[in-house]
């Protein structure tokens, strides 16, 4: 009757980590006379370690990957990329640093594979990231912008530690899905590299993946005739158009 009230109590509570082990962990306890501690303490690893992975797929779920790929399903043997580069990115430091990363490289290079393997791990830490096929994301700024709600998807995506945009290049945009999706990276790119404007670039996919600091390299101060904001969005769109148009010739 009490491990009735119990579980009943935890279904209620939704400690549902606690609700899976429990018989298992009493009946470890009256095996190895734990102390009452002892059991509550195992009990509470169960529901934190349950409430980890809830969060884990959430976030999984939420990044909307077209599918799952990791860095062991991928041949690096058969291509010129750096496998230690690469397991560095996979660790995530670039997101601390507030650097940026761009894939380069011809079709079938291994660049949306490494994407998601690398941005999945960092969700597994405990980042939210969103994943983006850039046509079906300037499709979705257009639509919002008909719909006279402009502005709500770049506020989402705002709030992710990460934003990745697949297929840069493949497909042309209209005039306006350019220009929202140019207003869009400019705001995240501000976001991002702060007033550092720290932009990282992995080039040369095919010929082999290195790392090389962009011309934004060094930290400078806004000009002093940029401290209006309209002014200084202005300048982060236009360095945003030339940047990607540059990065498009490249592809």
């Known amino acids: 009757m009490l491990r009735n009230d ?10 549902r980590g606690m609700q899976e082990v429990y018989d298992e962990v009493l009946a470890s306890g009256r095996k190895q006379r734990a102390i009452p501690e002892k059991v509550i ?14 969060s884990i797929r959430y976030r999984l779920g939420q990044a909307r990957f077209p599918m799952a790929k990791d860095l062991d399903s991928f041949r690096f043997a ?3 990329v750096d496998e230690a580069q690469i397991r560095s990115l996979y660790e995530g430091g670039f997101l601390q640093d507030r650097s940026n990363l761009i894939f380069v490289g ?14 999945a791990n960092i969700v597994r830490q405990g980042s939210r990231a969103r994943f983006y096929n ?18 709500r998807l770049t506020a989402s995506l705002s709030r992710f530690n990460m934003v990745v945009l697949d297929e840069l290049g493949y497909l042309p945009f209209s005039k306006n899905a350019s220009q929202l ?20 670039r992995l080039r040369g996919m095919a010929p082999g993946l290195r ?8 930290a400078r101060p806004y000009h002093p005739s940029l401290r209006d904001h309209r002014n200084r969005e202005r300048l982060l769109e236009n360095e945003t158009q030339v940047f990607l148009k540059r990065l498009i010739r490249k592809v």
């Open 181 to 200: 999706l140019f207003h869009l990276i400019s705001k995240l790119y501000e976001q991002t590299s702060g007033d550092h404007y720290h932009q990282s």
């Open 6 to 15: 119990v579980l009943t109590l935890m279904e209620a509570l939704k400690l």
């Open 78 to 80: 058969e291509t010129s």
């Open 106 to 119: 011809g079709t079938g290079t291994g660049k949306t594979h490494l994407a998601i393997a690398i941005t």
């Open 41 to 54: 303490l195992e009990l509470l690893k169960a529901e934190t370690a349950e409430r980890r992975l809830r």
């Open 134 to 151: 850039l046509v079906d994301l300037a499709n979705d700024l257009e639509q919002e912008n008909l719909a006279g709600r402009g502005g």
């Open 211 to 218: 790392r090389q600091e962009d011309d934004h390299r060094h």
